[in-house]
């Protein structure tokens, strides 16, 4: 697979198995969060993916982050999945010198 498909793959993924983005945008701070996510993803993917390292960093993404995160949001913990998905992006975004804001 090559770095491109499995980022779209890597998005794919955390955007379905993240509580649904109706419960989201119920939570405090949901709505900002969703539209931060959407403002940010793209920029972070295109920086992963100019890395030498990307596709350890997307294995390392999928089995910290996003699979924890998916597990919890289908166990109904979605205050988790929350706490999970928010760490990965400060961490990406720190990481790869991408503003939250």
């Known amino acids: 697979m090559t770095r491109h498909a499995f980022a779209i793959a890597l998005l794919a993924v955390a955007t379905a ?38 596709a ?11 699979l924890p995160s998916a597990l919890a949001a289908s166990l109904g913990c979605n205050r988790l999945a929350r706490a999970l ?3 990965m992006m400060r961490a990406r975004a720190a990481r790869h010198d991408v503003a939250l804001s």
């Open 17 to 54: 198995s993240f509580p649904t983005v109706a419960a989201r945008a119920q939570m405090p701070g949901g709505a900002a969060d969703i539209a931060l996510y959407y403002r940010v993803a793209p920029l972070l993917l295109q920086r992963i993916n100019a890395s030498s390292r990307a």
């Open 56 to 66: 350890s960093e997307f294995a390392r993404i999928y089995a910290l982050y996003i």
């Open 85 to 87: 998905y928010t760490r």
